[in-house]
């Protein structure tokens, strides 16, 4: 049985964004947020070398999904992907708990998505307006 | 978007990445940071319910994050026997390299229940396995007659 998702883990995330900008300044959350990419996503660059975009496709249908977000994924082949998030779950979630949100919260999609085009050879690119609605799209190099 | 799903791989980055770049004390600084800065909810709970609150706690988050434990309650203790932590248990699926201090940041817990005159105490059976037993009681008062 699948249980609930605990999405005040969020909450705890954005803490630890803020403790690492505190103590060790914004480059330290973008250097931890690049280990974490590439510690955790290996499956996910493996599976879009392999199968191409759709494996993205249907990485952030999933994750969206699960959490109730609002989004719209448009992908044109292996050319390009444009995922709109409308209404970001995260963020949605803290501003509704009372938690802090870390102010450059979204970094963590710019990094994580620069990495993961870094090694399937796609361009990453997002704009974001830190309020929970953004736009991210990666094309062919 | 890191989902929630995610988050406990992203913790034991978060203090692997301490660690390395700044010494364990600088993870132990971060638990204590989560503990101040992140559990408000906790805290107020036992603030203002003592062991109920504790128990309202964490039937919350460990049923949301399935965990397989027991639980026992009485007046003046409150004790959890974690059989499967669901931290472990997601870090073990994915196959990624545990931050070899990470079941100690548990004592986060610990900087709150003793604001409120109880003692916590976690004894770690199998790290390995995500086995632990945490009990916390309320601090007996000292007897100052010498009877």
Sequence with gaps: MKGK???????ALSVGFEFLDKNFGKKAVEEY???????????????????????????????????????EIKRRDNEEIVLKVKKCPAIYHMKEKGYP?????????????????????????????????CEQKLRKK | MIPAKEFILAYNELFKFLHRKYGKKAVVNFWFYISDNFLKNLDKLVKEKGIAGMAEYWTHTLTEEKAVYTMSVGPDYFEIFMKKCPSVGIMNKRKVKKYPYYCEHCVLYK????????VYKIKFIDKEKGVCKIKIHKKREKNGDNC
């Design chain 1, 5 to 11: 998702i605990h999405k005040d883990f969020h909450g």
């Design chain 1, 101 to 133: 949100v870390y102010s450059d919260f979204c970094i963590q999609c710019k990094v994580i998505n620069e990495v993961i085009g870094n090694k399937t050879c796609y361009i990453s690119k997002i704009k974001y307006d830190k309020k929970g609605r």
């Design chain 1, 33 to 71: 947020l690049k280990q974490f990419a590439e510690n955790i996503y290996g499956w996910l660059i493996k599976k879009i070398k392999n199968n191409g975009l759709s494996e993205l496709e249907r990485y952030w249908s999933e994750i969206f999904s699960e959490e109730e977000g609002e989004f």
């Design chain 2, 111 to 118: 900087r709150i229940i003793e604001k409120y005159g109880f």
